[in-house]
């Protein structure tokens, strides 16, 4: 049942990845439909975020998209908003090798902040207008995606092109799992017949 904003839920997603793949611009893609060159982008310091409303089956998810600093000064910034997060795009630019090899790192940084086994995780192999400078082919990052049981998806922030299928994609993974956006009844009055005595799970109570 919505709530009384008329939201079914609000999720909370992240854009994590090195410096300069073209997070800002992704998320300005998607949200505001526009693109400024790359050389018009501040670098991110600490964490930005937009508010994005979408519809999915009829029903309206509140979308809030935090957009995280690359660069290593800003890190101890941006961990703490890993808490909560629903779902999380890791993004690389397929004509630079360096921001594809260091995805393990940011995984690495992933599995230290966000304690949710069911959070969901996208690659996103940014500026695919540059085919003559790609360095990361298709196949490669597929296979790679497949390892880290991942979504994958390639895009371009500049011509449009699978950036809003992937925002989409994530969200569609997102509400399929409800466990990461349903809230739990309370305890105290109601008792969940559907629903195992011993599930054999701990919760902490932290979505993230």
């Avoid at 959070?119 to 003559?132: A, F, H, P, R, S």
Wanted: aromatic share 10%; glycine share 6%.
């Amino acid at each position: 049942m919505a709530g009384i904003d008329g939201y079914e839920a609000t999720l909370k997603i992240l854009l994590i990845g090195n410096s300069n793949v073209g997070k800002s611009s992704l998320l300005l893609r998607f949200t505001d439909d526009s693109f400024l060159p790359q050389d018009d982008i501040a670098a991110t310091i600490g964490v930005d975020f937009k508010v994005q409303d979408m519809l999915f089956e009829g029903k309206k998810y509140k979308l809030t998209i935090w957009d995280t600093a690359g660069h290593e000064r800003f890190r101890t910034l941006t961990s703490s908003y890993y808490r909560g997060a629903q779902g999380v795009i890791l993004v690389y630019d397929v004509s630079n090798r360096e921001t594809f090899d260091q995805l393990e790192n940011w995984f690495d940084e992933l599995r230290t902040y966000c304690r949710n086994k069911d959070v969901v995780k996208m690659i996103v192999g940014n500026k695919v207008d540059k085919e003559e400078q790609r360095v990361i082919s298709r196949r490669e990052a597929e296979a790679y995606a497949r390892k880290s049981h991942t979504l994958f998806l390639e895009c371009s922030a500049k011509t449009r092109y699978g950036v809003k299928e992937a925002f989409e994609e994530l969200v569609k993974k997102i509400i399929e799992t409800p466990s990461l956006w349903q809230k739990r009844p309370s305890p105290s009055n109601n008792i969940d017949l559907t629903r195992p005595k011993d599930d054999g799970k701990q919760d902490d109570g932290c979505n993230c």
